[in-house]
């Protein structure tokens, strides 16, 4: 069975940094681009940030110069640095993955649990 494990979140205060983490788990064939999307009350889910198989990267406009995104591709892990928080940062973080199960397998789209991110200020 193949799953996200999401883990780093919790509450820290404003200009504060948190690092999260998404361990893809499982039989694995191959993984495309790994995605960090978060969810605020009231909200729609948004994209935060991706990072391809090759390591490019993109950010929303609210989050660049503070969040960074990387992966580890031997241990099938992405992360995303957080650093100035603002309370406005505050949501649920989810770690989203294209993965294939085999090598003639497509890649399809798996969600993590998510995680909590609060921003006090």
């Known amino acids: 069975q193949v799953q996200l494990v999401e883990s780093g979140g919790g509450l820290v205060q404003a200009g504060g940094s948190l690092r999260l983490s998404c361990a893809a788990s499982?039989?694995?064939?191959?993984?495309?681009?790994m995605n960090w999307y978060r969810q605020a009350p009231g909200k729609q889910r948004e994209l935060v940030a991706t990072?391809?198989?090759?390591?490019?990267?993109n950010y929303a406009d609210s989050v660049k110069g503070r969040f960074t995104i990387s992966r580890d591709n031997a241990k099938n892990t992405v992360y995303l640095q957080m650093n100035s928080l603002k309370p406005e940062d505050t949501a649920v973080y989810y770690c989203n993955a294209h993965m294939a199960l085999s090598v003639v397998a497509n890649l399809l789209a798996y969600w993590g649990q998510g995680t909590q991110v609060t921003v006090s200020s």
């Open positions: 990072i391809t198989s090759g390591g490019s990267t």
């Open positions: 499982g039989r694995i064939s191959s993984i495309g681009n």
